[in-house]
């Protein structure tokens, strides 16, 4: 099946640092990724949706200005956490799909745990 | 508000037992249906799938899941869990072929060898 990774699998960082997550299809083309993040006892939470291309879409409570997300090319999203704050310490997953993936079948990351000190 | 619901966010069995998690969700219109899995350590992985056609879906490692429209429900079974079922499962439901999934909080099912 399809592989998806993301660089770093885990991350510390001090508070107030930038820290950029990468998602990258490694064997097909992702018209759109989506990034996750999952916080402790519940379910994962859609963050954005990104389109190859184009601006990001957020869902409601996400600041854009704080999680930076890139879509440059079909093969890589990249997910930016700026000024990082203890409180954004979580486990991010980035899925992708749409191309040749197939509609309707999202393929996902390994998953990067950040931890802010 | 669309949402989909897990039943028991603990499930503890021993080897051999049946399994079935509970996935029920609230929307009227047309879905498709997920089921992940995450082993320890490792990332998410799809179990199976439901698009259309017949409602008894069978996906890897034995697992199965039945879609009863009337019951807005879509649940996970297994007749005989093993040990290395003990994993995290995740009920996700795209509504509309809006082609974003709606999780469920996830199920942690530990069995016991």
């Known amino acids: 099946g399809a592989v998806v990774s993301q660089h770093p699998s885990r991350v510390i960082c001090k508070s107030g640092t930038s820290v950029k997550i990468e998602c990258r299809s490694l064997d097909f083309q992702a018209t759109t990724m989506f990034w996750y993040r999952q916080f402790p006892k519940q379910s994962l939470m859609l963050m954005a949706t990104?389109?190859?291309?184009?601006?990001?879409?957020?869902e409601q409570g996400v600041e854009k200005d704080k999680f930076l997300i890139n879509h440059a090319s079909l093969t890589l999203s990249t997910l930016t956490v700026t000024s990082a704050h203890p409180e954004d310490s979580s486990f991010y997953i980035c899925?992708?799909?749409?191309?040749?993936?197939?509609?309707?079948?999202?393929?996902f990351g390994p998953g990067t745990r950040l931890t802010v000190l | 508000a669309q949402s989909v619901s897990q039943h028991n966010h603990h499930v503890i069995l021993s080897e051999a037992a049946s399994l079935e998690l509970g996935c029920n969700y609230s929307?009227?219109?047309?879905?498709?249906l997920f089921w992940y899995v995450q082993y320890p350590g490792q990332h998410l992985q799809l179990l199976l799938k439901y698009f259309s056609g017949d409602p008894l879906v069978k996906g890897i490692k034995g697992f199965e899941a039945e879609f009863i429209k009337s019951k807005f429900s879509f649940n996970l079974r297994k007749p005989s869990v093993q040990w290395s079922d003990t994993a995290e499962y995740f009920c996700?439901?795209?509504?509309?072929?809006?082609?974003?999934?709606?999780w469920g909080a996830g199920t942690k099912l530990i069995i016991k060898p």
């Open positions: 996700a439901v795209e509504m509309d072929s809006n082609y974003q999934l709606i």
């Open positions: 929307y009227g219109g047309t879905v498709n």
């Open positions: 990104s389109n190859e291309g184009s601006k990001a879409t957020y």
């Open positions: 899925s992708a799909g749409g191309g040749l993936a197939g509609v309707n079948e999202q393929f």
